[in-house]
């Protein structure tokens, strides 16, 4: 493809292309690999089985994040299967000479926002996890993506992956969001007009000014999602914005490194000229507080919105739906009473998500018998909202402020909606059960989850706003 206009993802999987040949998938240096106790116990089993090392352990970063408890974190871990995973990891990252943020450690967080806030994630590389939500990564201008377990152990063993080259996406974003509207609501409006499998066999890159004018954490929320329309991965195109959240991290270049890089990264939007696979195109003013209301992420309407009556083609699957969440088509959900609020996950559990919701509930106090977890993507979030005060506004107003870990959103330590209670949270998936045996799950944003638990009830926050 030299000498062509090439889009961001183009020059980006060129420049890491070990080999090509027709027929055969590509072979893709790996710039960075993030792990975690849960995918990668089989990987390390595989390399002792092998006798091999890890190739560059330097660029392999391991945390604690999937199993950890969020409560008592001093404390050993009670359930056991979660203690012997994290134990695990602890063992094969001693074994193998890699880097690890453990609980306790001052880095341990969630994967997914650990990178980008230590500056481990950067423009124009690579990066892969045992992990879907990998595509957080690609909202600093790399591509990023999550891989099988025997891929943990090819990246591993050297610091490359095989793989096939995806089809091309743009998805732009034009206008001004309205009041109330995050970034939350834009990947759930586009999930909402192009399915959960809209997407596969594509790399998404998302533009256009309403995109621009997103924060960096905003844009990681919209490419975190980026999975649950079925797409290898999303990106962003590095801009001013980019540059200035990553000057000064921990382990961002510094110096002339800093300049060096700074002017690759430049280089890297797409060519004006070049062609993607597919386009779509929307009007920010379009976009409303969205919510779901089945049990998968493309099932959402705007907060205004009745639940849709089914195609022909998805009557089956609606049914099984609104059967499992107990909601009824052409139901309004305003009004519809719920249990539990959780605020986190690696799709929205940043400062700046925690200061969007401090800022709204101040002064105001939860709607009773409701549950509120507020969880912290990484300890370094914890702290900072400690630091601005955020938690006593969170203890003011009922909510339980936890300590980092993936908590809820998945629900494999001991954070689980009982069975049949209903749950508005900010993670990223709704499936049955997602958040416990038979929980029901509508996702939303920070600000709509917020006034959800001040209310008790799903509400437009809008009418708060105003």
Same mark, same amino acid.
């Given at each position: 493809?030299?000498?062509?206009?090439?889009?961001?993802?183009?020059?980006?999987?060129?420049?890491?292309?070990?080999?090509?040949?027709?027929?055969?998938?590509?072979?893709?240096?790996?710039?960075?690999?993030?792990?975690? *106790?849960?995918?990668?116990?089989?990987?390390?089993?595989?390399? /002792?089985?092998?006798?091999?090392?890890?190739?560059?352990?330097?660029? +392999?970063?391991?945390?604690?994040?999937?199993?950890?408890?969020?409560?008592?974190?001093?404390?050993?871990?009670?359930?056991?299967?979660?203690?012997?995973?994290?134990?695990?990891?602890?063992?094969?990252?001693?074994?193998?000479?890699?880097?690890?943020?453990?609980?306790?450690?001052?880095?341990?967080?969630?994967?997914?926002?650990?990178?980008?806030?230590?500056?481990?994630?950067?423009?124009?590389?690579?990066?892969?996890?045992?992990?879907?939500?990998?595509?957080?990564?690609?909202?600093?201008?790399?591509?990023?993506?999550?891989?099988? +377990?025997?891929? #943990?152990?090819?990246?591993?063993?050297?610091?490359?992956?095989?793989?096939?080259?995806?089809?091309?996406?743009?998805?732009?974003?034009?206008?001004?969001?309205?009041?109330?509207?995050?970034?939350?609501?834009?990947?759930?409006?586009?999930?909402?007009?192009?399915? +959960?499998?809209?997407?596969?066999?594509?790399?998404?890159?998302?533009?256009?000014?309403?995109? /621009?004018?997103?924060?960096? *954490?905003?844009?990681?929320?919209?490419?975190?999602?980026?999975?649950?329309?079925?797409?290898?991965?999303?990106?962003?195109?590095?801009?001013?914005?980019?540059?200035?959240?990553?000057?000064?991290?921990?382990?961002?270049?510094?110096?002339?490194?800093?300049?060096?890089?700074?002017?690759?990264?430049?280089?890297?939007?797409?060519?004006?000229?070049?062609?993607?696979?597919?386009?779509?195109?929307?009007?920010?003013?379009?976009?409303?507080?969205?919510?779901?209301?089945?049990?998968?992420?493309?099932?959402?309407?705007?907060?205004?919105?009745?639940?849709?009556?089914?195609?022909?083609?998805?009557?089956?699957?609606?049914?099984?739906?609104?059967?499992?969440?107990?909601? *009824?088509?052409?139901?309004?959900?305003?009004?519809?009473?719920? &249990?539990? #609020?959780?605020?986190?996950?690696?799709?929205?559990?940043?400062?700046? &998500?925690?200061?969007?919701?401090?800022?709204?509930?101040?002064?105001?106090? $939860?709607?009773?018998?409701?549950?509120?977890?507020?969880?912290?993507?990484?300890?370094?979030?914890?702290?900072?909202? $400690?630091?601005?005060?955020?938690?006593?506004?969170?203890?003011?107003?009922?909510?339980?402020? /936890?300590?980092?870990?993936?908590?809820?959103?998945?629900?494999?330590?001991?954070?689980?909606?009982?069975?049949?209670?209903?749950?508005?949270?900010?993670?990223?998936?709704?499936?049955?059960?997602?958040?416990?045996?038979?929980?029901?799950?509508?996702?939303?944003?920070?600000?709509?989850?917020?006034?959800?638990?001040?209310?008790? *009830?799903?509400?437009?926050?809008?009418?708060?706003?105003?």
């Amino acid at each position: 493809m030299s000498g062509t206009a090439k889009t961001l993802f183009d020059k980006i999987w060129d420049h890491h292309l070990i080999s090509q040949r027709e027929g055969y998938p590509d072979v893709l240096y790996i710039d960075r690999h993030f792990i975690h *106790e849960v995918t990668s116990p089989q990987a390390f089993d595989g390399l /002792r089985k092998r006798g091999i090392p890890v190739a560059r352990p330097k660029q +392999t970063i391991a945390t604690a994040d999937h199993n950890v408890p969020t409560k008592n974190q001093h404390l050993p871990i009670v359930e056991e299967l979660s203690r012997l995973q994290v134990e695990t990891l602890q063992k094969n990252c001693t074994e193998f000479g890699l880097d690890l943020y453990g609980l306790g450690h001052e880095k341990q967080g969630i994967v997914h926002v650990i990178g980008p806030e230590l500056g481990i994630s950067l423009p124009g590389m690579t990066m892969v996890c045992g992990d879907s939500h990998t595509s957080t990564h690609g909202a600093l201008g790399a591509i990023a993506f999550g891989i099988g +377990t025997s891929e #943990v152990e090819q990246v591993l063993a050297t610091q490359s992956l095989l793989g096939i080259r995806p089809k091309t996406m743009k998805i732009e974003i034009n206008g001004t969001l309205g009041k109330g509207v995050l970034s939350k609501d834009i990947i759930l409006y586009i999930i909402s007009k192009i399915s +959960t499998s809209g997407a596969t066999g594509y790399f998404v890159e998302y533009a256009g000014s309403a995109i /621009r004018a997103l924060s960096m *954490e905003a844009r990681m929320t919209i490419c975190n999602m980026s999975i649950e329309m079925g797409a290898r991965g999303g990106l962003i195109a590095p801009d001013q914005t980019t540059f200035d959240y990553i000057e000064g991290r921990e382990f961002a270049p510094k110096g002339e490194a800093w300049e060096a890089s700074l002017a690759w990264w430049k280089t890297l939007p797409t060519d004006e000229q070049a062609i993607y696979d597919k386009t779509y195109t929307y009007d920010a003013a379009d976009i409303e507080p969205m919510i779901t209301y089945g049990t998968n992420p493309g099932m959402g309407i705007g907060i205004q919105e009745a639940i849709p009556k089914a195609n022909n083609g998805e009557a089956a699957e609606l049914e099984k739906a609104l059967q499992y969440m107990g909601l *009824e088509a052409q139901q309004s959900l305003l009004g519809k009473k719920i &249990d539990y #609020v959780f605020i986190g996950s690696c799709t929205n559990s940043r400062i700046e &998500d925690l200061r969007l919701v401090a800022d709204f509930v101040k002064g105001k106090k $939860k709607a009773e018998g409701i549950n509120v977890w507020i969880v912290p993507g990484s300890q370094k979030v914890e702290q900072q909202a $400690k630091q601005e005060g955020l938690d006593k506004i969170f203890t003011a107003a009922g909510f339980d402020l /936890r300590q980092a870990g993936c908590s809820a959103c998945l629900a494999m330590n001991e954070d689980k909606v009982p069975a049949g209670k209903y749950c508005v949270s900010t993670s990223n998936r709704n499936f049955e059960g997602r958040q416990g045996p038979g929980s029901r799950t509508f996702l939303a944003s920070p600000l709509t989850a917020a006034v959800a638990a001040i209310t008790g *009830e799903i509400t437009d926050v809008r009418t708060y706003l105003s």
